[in-house]
């Protein structure tokens, strides 16, 4: 066995499947931290979409830096800070909570780790891709555009074969390679084709429905600047409201109940009218300016969204050049999206493990020891929010009473 820290890659052939956040920053980590004076690495990416295409266009992301468990280290890390803050909003990184009629129940102030700049930061995807991108180009990696993997398995032989299909030309083609780095999403086919038990997703227990809404006059207060939850008095109605800019606002209505079905977008004229009409009846009972963001609701944005998730299991002894980062190996609910973070985090770790272990034993245990643990806390911490911005009767009460403790202590130390 080669005792040189990462010597046990040279002469794998390394296949990601998937060029999103994840896939994109392990390409950039890894050609980052390989020994230069190491042989070249030989990577290929099978990515589904064009370089340029991003389905995912009005999407706006929230990377946060409040510990070194989160995004903007990695984004820190891969050096590209000042890029990304060129196309970002800073922000504070603050999670309100608020009453029915807008009094401000209780606040979280992360402070920024280390030396960044802020403790969160929104971008739009798009954005975000892009300035990866540009950074995997440096790399000496192959790319295989417009190129969907239908499966995956294992030749007698040891080495894996991925199966791909060409979109523009709907041929079939393989690729065999020795390290398969599953970064396709939380559809993954390389899931399904090594863990065919394991592509469920868990039902958390409550469903949103919401938008984005465009406010060119400006965003009412007090939701102008940071993300926050409305709560109602004991009723079960929760409200997360996320500023984009300063004329963009997303928000998401939920309540408990049994699991909907998802419908994202594609919303006809009488459906969105009946959606919106469910978002004023269900929150009727929160102020202005509720009513208003619900009001300006772009059409083209509107959805019902159950909270799914799927923790993360350690990777296989068995399966071991098979590793799975990003939404291909877990996924948050939409009570806690980190999931950009945990794709940014586990990329550079993962990377950051291969090219510091001996084996890849070594570095697959290492990675899971970093990566499992944050995103069972992020569902741990969603599942709390899931409790608490729906809560009823006592236990609205006792959370009511806790926040007006943690006012007066607050306004103690003032
Ligand atoms: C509305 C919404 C808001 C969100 N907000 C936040 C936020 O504020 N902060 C945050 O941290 N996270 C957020 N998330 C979560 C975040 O977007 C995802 O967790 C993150 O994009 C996961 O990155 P990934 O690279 O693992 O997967 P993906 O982004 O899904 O990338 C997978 C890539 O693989 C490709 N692909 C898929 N299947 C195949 C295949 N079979 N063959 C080849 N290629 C394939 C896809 O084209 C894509 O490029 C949000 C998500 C949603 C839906
Ligand atoms: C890039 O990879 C090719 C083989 O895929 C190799 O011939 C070439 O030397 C590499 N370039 C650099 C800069 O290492
Ligand atoms: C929002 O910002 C944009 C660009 O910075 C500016 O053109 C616009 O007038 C602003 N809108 C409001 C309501 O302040
Ligand atoms: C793998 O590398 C990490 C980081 O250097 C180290 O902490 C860990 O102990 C290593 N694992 C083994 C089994 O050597």
Not at 347 to 365: K, P, V
Request: one cysteine or more; charged letters at 25%; hydrophobic letters at 40%.
């Amino acid at each position: 066995m080669a005792t040189k820290p990462g010597q046990f890659l040279v002469a794998k052939r390394i296949v990601v499947v998937g060029g999103g956040l994840a896939g994109l920053a392990f390409v950039a980590a890894l050609h980052q931290l390989w020994t230069p004076s190491s042989p070249q690495l030989e990577i290929t990416i099978v990515e589904r979409d064009y370089p340029e295409s991003d389905t995912q266009e009005d999407l706006h992301l929230s990377l946060h830096g409040g510990s070194q468990d989160e995004g903007l280290l990695a984004i820190q890390k891969l050096g590209l800070l000042d890029k990304i803050r060129e196309h970002s909003a800073l922000n504070s990184g603050a999670i309100r909570v608020w009453s029915d009629n807008w009094k401000q129940l209780a606040s979280i102030d992360p402070k920024p780790y280390g030396t960044l700049p802020a403790a969160a930061m929104r971008i739009k995807h798009h954005d975000l891709k892009r300035i990866l991108l540009g950074r995997v180009k440096d790399s000496n990696a192959t790319w295989r555009w417009a190129s969907t993997c239908t499966a995956a398995e294992r030749l007698s032989s040891g080495a894996i074969r991925v199966t791909i299909s060409d979109t523009t030309t709907q041929t079939t083609s393989t690729q065999d390679c020795d390290l398969l780095i599953a970064a396709d999403g939380a559809n993954s086919k390389i899931r399904a084709s090594f863990i065919p038990h394991g592509t469920e997703l868990e039902y958390a227990g409550a469903n949103q429905i919401g938008g984005i809404s465009r406010l060119p006059g400006g965003l009412p207060h007090p939701v102008h600047e940071d993300y926050g939850l409305q709560m109602s008095s004991g009723e079960g109605v929760c409200c997360i409201y996320t500023p984009f800019d300063n004329e963009t606002i997303g928000w998401a209505l939920s309540v408990k109940g049994p699991e909907r079905g998802t419908k994202l977008k594609k919303f006809t004229p009488a459906e969105f009218a009946d959606l919106k009409s469910e978002a004023l009846r269900t929150g009727s009972m929160f102020g202005e300016p509720f009513k208003t963001i619900v009001e300006a609701t772009d059409p083209t944005t509107a959805f019902i969204r159950p909270a799914k998730e799927r923790r993360p299991s350690p990777h296989d002894p068995k399966l071991l050049d098979v590793v799975f980062i990003g939404d291909a190996g877990h996924v948050t609910n939409c009570f806690e999206y980190v999931g950009a973070d945990c794709a940014l985090k586990d990329a550079w770790d993962l990377a950051e493990q291969l090219c510091r272990n001996i084996s890849m034993e070594a570095a697959i245990a290492a990675y899971d020891k970093v990566s499992i643990p944050r995103v069972n806390h992020a569902i741990d911490w969603s599942h709390e929010r899931i409790r608490f911005g729906h809560s009823t009767g006592l236990m609205w009460k006792v959370y009511k009473h806790g926040m007006a403790v943690q006012r007066a202590m607050a306004r103690k130390k003032e």
